[in-house]
Nanobody
Framework: QVRLIVSGGGLVQAGGSLRLSCAAS????????MAWFRQAPGKERQFVAA????????SYADSVKGRFTISRDNAKSTVYLQMNSLKPEDTAVYYC?????????????????WGQGTQVTVSS
């Protein structure tokens, strides 16, 4: 089992930055692909970014490329999402997820463990 605790959301003006953190319990963090998803009101959950177990591969949604950076610290069992140049359309609840199988995936159904979500609100 993997327990994920998300922190770092909040309210920020357009153009600002936030960093989300996702701390994992358990011994298997360093072997898992991790990802961030987001869900805006009335919309489906959307892939944001993913990173493989040793950070050898990262993947980003087109909407966040060049603005968001996913990273991880396996010694701290934590994955991060640095969000720069935030836009009002980035407003959503952001979720951290852990995958049971290796490799990158952009499908939420491929992730078996989820954090509680944190609200990110970007004002114009």
């Amino acid at each position: 089992q993997v327990r994920l605790i998300v922190s770092g959301g909040g309210l920020v003006q357009a153009g600002g930055s936030l960093r989300l953190s996702c701390a994992a319990s358990g011994r298997t963090f360093s072997s898992r692909t991790m990802a961030w998803f987001r869900q805006a009101p009335g919309k489906e959950r959307q892939f944001v970014a993913a990173i493989t177990s040793r950070a050898e591969i990262t993947s980003y949604a087109d909407s966040v490329k060049g603005r968001f950076t996913i990273s991880r610290d396996n010694a701290k069992s934590t994955v991060y999402l640095q969000m720069n140049s935030l836009k009002p359309e980035d407003t959503a609840v952001y979720y951290c997820a852990a995958r049971e199988l290796p490799g990158i995936s952009e499908r939420s159904s491929d992730y078996g463990f989820w954090g509680q979500g944190t609200q990110v609100t970007v004002s114009s």
